[in-house]
């Protein structure tokens, strides 16, 4: 770049060949000193020049000092200063001698008389010269800016993103030796050092050339170009994590102290969703039986029966064990997912009480989807059953046992409930048995695997033992509802794949800490002090404190329902439907699935740009229908048809569908608790299905 150089006087500015300032004897006045600068008379009672501002006595700031001959130390008029600078407060000469460069190159002239040359030239040439080299540290952006703090907050929880001066993540070198990656994503690169030494040469039109290498000033280019895009906020929509490339998993050994429950007197953990239709009694139910267990003392249930009265709903205190929030207490009906511990014979059960209204079916998804075994509660009383059924449409007795069935569950208790409001009818009970029997089977319940259970919740009969009542026990021999739950087999634990944890929820607790999630662990284990891997924001934590039944132990296994604090990790960074995994073998992150769905029954058909809500583990995004690949026969699995133009009820078909954003996701074959998908549209479940692949490219980069 040139500049325009203003002449200045030659025999003012004491210019030699040789560039050097000319000393002359010092310039004395009594009682008066000169501004060396813009050569104001000033008093000598002042340090500095009442025009200017320049200190009297710059030989404290520059090193440009004359020696006498009798060695004392003077002060020369023009002591460091540079002839740039004198020249700006110089009256201009019509007359002015030619400069000669360092180089011995003359200066150009542009028409108007000034001189032309590149600022470096300039710089080389009016610079003293014991001043004429700078080192100039570059600016680092491994830590945020004064202003960024100031913007932030000296206190935000904002992490910057650091640049890696060590290692760069899916390199890809460029024509000048420079290695980049995508999507804004920062990079490091090896500074080019120069020549302290090197001469600046002149070409003919005024520019200049360096024998810098030009792949080093592109590179400088480039990073200019890169840092004008530079953005401190968070990562970019389209950013993907920095994260290893998974190993095989095939290469993973679990271990040795994820093999050790065999050889410890601990219960097998099984978690029981309790689901059904609104009113159906599941809360209560749940209620009693831990009341009848002596898990809620008598002060705790008075306290409960004392709140409901005084609300006018006596026949909810028992549910009021389960339903803790004001909301839920006030309008009556479940709204979250609520835990529950006992212990029976067999197992340490976790008891899921899911919402059964339809309002919240998106919350009994996320809660029980992490159930092993279910019990699905029917109200006996003449109505109640039939508006589960969905005479007049889709009841919640039927989307839930789909539901339930589309997680995997195949063990299923039938909990027919309110028997005392019908007198305990065996006809009754047989009624529903032959009505809901035939729909769960065409969900894929096998007979063997469903067990139906006549009980009272309210009145306390068939829960815990044997039922006292003459006209139940008339024609039911069968067990009570506690040695169902002991009779339902126990579920596989896979310990033989890396770990796997779907974050149900984000919490907070003294014992925790600030940061912690609860949720099941599906494969592998974890333990107190081991790093595990955040997906899908790709960081690493430690993991604190581990919770079970708010107990702490310090490891869990595939299956256990725990509740873990983390520390070293930003809270913003964790989700509601993310996953904990092993660090060397990350979960997929895609946004583009193929699946293999079950229609329900559904009023409209589906069509191909259908806009619907896609639910997988505790995850929930929307979604758009992109192709209808083929239509299937639910028996044989085999194509029917190729490409349909739509999708009716209870047929069969792989789909094709893009998320609005990237989600934790496996293939069914790979794990089956992070490959099943629900469908939801317009307040309805129309399609339940697993993943059959996963479309994105690999996002685990190298």
């Given at each position: 770049m040139?500049?325009?150089?203003?002449?200045?006087?030659?025999?003012?500015?004491?210019?030699?060949?040789?560039?050097?300032?000319?000393?002359?004897?010092?310039?004395?006045?009594s009682g008066?000193?000169?501004?060396?600068?813009?050569?104001?008379?000033?008093?000598t009672?002042?340090?500095?020049?009442?025009?200017?501002?320049?200190?009297?006595?710059?030989?404290?700031?520059?090193?440009?000092?004359?020696?006498?001959?009798?060695?004392?130390?003077?002060?020369?008029?023009y002591?460091?200063?540079?002839?740039?600078?004198?020249?700006?407060?110089?009256?201009?000469?019509?007359?002015?001698?030619?400069?000669?460069?360092?180089?011995?190159?003359?200066?150009?002239?542009?028409?108007?008389?000034?001189?032309?040359?590149?600022?470096?030239?300039?710089?080389?040439?009016?610079?003293?010269?014991?001043?004429?080299?700078?080192?100039?540290?570059?600016?680092?952006?491994?830590?945020?800016?004064?202003?960024?703090?100031?913007?932030?907050?000296?206190?935000?929880?904002?992490?910057?993103?650091k640049?890696?001066?060590?290692?760069?993540?899916?390199?890809?070198?460029?024509?000048?030796?420079?290695?980049?990656?995508?999507?804004?994503?920062?990079?490091?690169?090896?500074?080019?050092?120069?020549?302290?030494?090197?001469?600046?040469?002149?070409?003919?039109?005024?520019?200049?050339?360096?024998?810098?290498?030009?792949?080093?000033?592109?590179?400088?280019?480039v990073?200019?170009?890169?840092?004008?895009?530079?953005?401190?906020?968070?990562?970019?929509?389209?950013?993907?994590?920095?994260?290893?490339?998974?190993?095989?998993?095939?290469?993973?050994?679990?271990?040795?102290?994820?093999?050790?429950?065999?050889?410890?007197?601990?219960?097998?953990?099984?978690?029981?969703?309790?689901?059904?239709?609104?009113?159906?009694?599941?809360?209560?139910?749940?209620?009693?039986?831990?009341?009848?267990?002596?898990?809620?003392?008598?002060?705790?249930?008075?306290?409960?029966?004392?709140?409901?009265?005084?609300?006018?709903?006596?026949?909810?205190?028992?549910?009021?064990?389960?339903?803790?929030?004001?909301?839920?207490?006030?309008?009556?009906?479940t709204?979250?997912?609520?835990?529950?511990?006992?212990?029976?014979?067999?197992?340490?059960?976790?008891?899921?009480?899911?919402?059964?209204h339809?309002?919240?079916?998106?919350?009994?998804?996320?809660?029980?989807?992490?159930?092993?075994?279910?019990?699905?509660?029917?109200?006996?009383?003449?109505?109640?059953?039939?508006?589960?059924?969905?005479?007049?449409g889709?009841?919640?007795?039927?989307?839930?046992?789909?539901?339930?069935?589309s997680?995997?569950v195949?063990?299923?208790?039938?909990?027919?409930?309110?028997?005392?409001?019908?007198?305990?009818?065996?006809?009754?009970?047989?009624?529903?048995?032959?009505?809901?029997?035939?729909?769960?089977?065409?969900?894929?319940?096998?007979?063997?695997?469903?067990?139906?259970?006549?009980?009272?919740?309210?009145?306390?009969?068939n829960?815990?033992?044997?039922?006292?009542?003459?006209?139940?026990?008339?024609?039911?021999?069968?067990?009570?509802?506690?040695?169902?739950?002991?009779?339902?087999?126990?579920?596989?634990?896979?310990?033989?794949?890396?770990?796997?944890?779907?974050?149900?929820?984000?919490?907070?607790?003294?014992?925790?800490?600030?940061?912690?999630?609860?949720?099941?662990?599906?494969?592998?284990?974890?333990?107190?002090?081991?790093?595990?891997?955040?997906?899908?924001?790709?960081?690493?934590?430690?993991?604190?404190?581990?919770?079970?039944?708010?107990?702490?132990?310090?490891?869990?296994?595939?299956?256990?329902?725990?509740?873990?604090?983390?520390?070293?990790?930003?809270?913003?960074?964790?989700?509601?439907?993310?996953?904990?995994?092993?660090?060397?073998?990350?979960?997929?992150?895609?946004?583009?699935?193929?699946?293999k769905?079950?229609?329900?029954?559904i009023?409209?058909?589906?069509?191909?740009?259908?806009?619907?809500?896609?639910?997988?583990?505790?995850?929930?995004?929307?979604?758009?229908?992109?192709?209808?690949?083929?239509?299937?026969?639910?028996?044989?699995?085999?194509?029917?048809?190729?490409?349909?133009?739509?999708?009716?009820?209870?047929?069969a078909?792989?789909v094709?569908?893009?998320?609005?954003?990237?989600?934790?996701?496996?293939?069914?074959?790979?794990?089956?608790?992070?490959?099943?998908?629900?469908?939801?549209?317009?307040?309805?479940?129309?399609?339940?299905?697993?993943?059959t692949?996963?479309?994105?490219?690999?996002?685990?980069?190298?």
């Amino acid at each position: 770049m040139c500049v325009n150089h203003i002449d200045s006087k030659a025999g003012q500015l004491g210019v030699r060949d040789d560039n050097r300032s000319d000393f002359e004897e010092p310039f004395k006045i009594s009682g008066m000193w000169q501004c060396s600068i813009c050569t104001h008379e000033n008093s000598t009672d002042n340090l500095s020049c009442e025009l200017c501002g320049v200190l009297r006595d710059l030989s404290l700031y520059f090193n440009n000092i004359s020696e006498a001959k009798d060695g004392a130390k003077c002060r020369h008029k023009y002591s460091g200063v540079s002839i740039l600078a004198r020249s700006l407060f110089t009256p201009s000469s019509t007359k002015s001698k030619a400069i000669v460069f360092s180089d011995g190159f003359k200066d150009s002239r542009n028409t108007t008389g000034n001189k032309q040359a590149t600022m470096d030239a300039l710089h080389k040439t009016y610079m003293t010269r014991k001043k004429r080299h700078i080192n100039i540290v570059p600016f680092k952006f491994d830590t945020p800016s004064p202003d960024d703090m100031v913007v932030t907050g000296l206190k935000s929880s904002r992490n910057f993103r650091k640049v890696d001066t060590k290692v760069l993540v899916k390199d890809s070198v460029d024509v000048t030796g420079k290695k980049m990656i995508d999507n804004n994503i920062l990079l490091t690169e090896k500074s080019t050092s120069m020549d302290p030494s090197a001469s600046v040469q002149l070409d003919e039109v005024g520019g200049s050339s360096s024998n810098v290498p030009s792949s080093s000033q592109n590179t400088t280019l480039v990073l200019d170009h890169k840092l004008q895009h530079l953005s401190l906020e968070s990562k970019p929509k389209n950013s993907k994590p920095n994260i290893k490339k998974a190993t095989s998993v095939s290469h993973y050994k679990p271990e040795p102290w994820m093999l050790e429950s065999e050889d410890q007197e601990i219960c097998k953990q099984l978690s029981l969703a309790i689901v059904g239709h609104v009113d159906s009694g599941k809360s209560t139910l749940c209620g009693r039986l831990r009341h009848a267990l002596g898990l809620i003392s008598k002060k705790q249930m008075h306290k409960y029966e004392k709140e409901a009265k005084e609300k006018g709903k006596g026949s909810f205190a028992y549910a009021w064990a389960m339903d803790e929030s004001s909301d839920e207490r006030e309008r009556g009906i479940t709204m979250t997912v609520a835990v529950a511990y006992f212990n029976s014979e067999k197992y340490r059960v976790v008891l899921l009480d899911s919402p059964g209204h339809k309002d919240f079916v998106p919350n009994m998804i996320s809660g029980a989807t992490q159930a092993d075994a279910a019990i699905l509660v029917v109200d006996a009383s003449i109505g109640s059953f039939e508006a589960g059924m969905g005479v007049n449409g889709i009841g919640q007795t039927k989307e839930h046992s789909q539901l339930i069935r589309s997680f995997g569950v195949e063990n299923l208790i039938v909990a027919v409930n309110k028997m005392d409001v019908v007198e305990y009818s065996k006809e009754r009970f047989q009624s529903i048995k032959s009505q809901l029997g035939i729909f769960l089977r065409s969900c894929g319940y096998k007979d063997s695997s469903v067990t139906w259970v006549p009980l009272s919740a309210m009145a306390n009969e068939n829960l815990v033992t044997a039922s006292s009542d003459s006209r139940l026990l008339s024609w039911y021999n069968g067990d009570c509802l506690l040695k169902a739950i002991d009779s339902l087999p126990p579920p596989h634990r896979d310990v033989s794949r890396p770990l796997r944890l779907p974050i149900c929820d984000v919490i907070a607790s003294h014992t925790l800490g600030q940061v912690a999630v609860c949720g099941k662990v599906e494969s592998g284990g974890i333990r107190t002090g081991s790093k595990v891997l955040v997906m899908p924001s790709g960081d690493i934590a430690t993991v604190r404190t581990i919770e079970r039944d708010s107990s702490t132990c310090s490891l869990a296994r595939a299956g256990d329902n725990v509740a873990i604090g983390l520390h070293g990790i930003d809270p913003g960074h964790i989700v509601s439907g993310g996953v904990l995994c092993h660090p060397d073998f990350p979960v997929r992150v895609a946004s583009h699935l193929e699946l293999k769905v079950l229609v329900l029954e559904i009023t409209m058909p589906i069509l191909v740009g259908l806009q619907f809500e896609l639910h997988i583990h505790h995850a929930r995004v929307s979604a758009r229908l992109v192709k209808i690949l083929s239509s299937l026969d639910q028996k044989t699995g085999k194509a029917l048809k190729k490409m349909p133009r739509l999708l009716t009820a209870r047929q069969a078909a792989v789909v094709e569908v893009k998320l609005d954003k990237e989600v934790c996701v496996e293939e069914f074959s790979t794990l089956k608790a992070l490959g099943r998908v629900f469908l939801r549209s317009q307040g309805n479940t129309v399609a339940v299905g697993i993943v059959t692949r996963i479309l994105d490219q690999d996002l685990n980069l190298d």
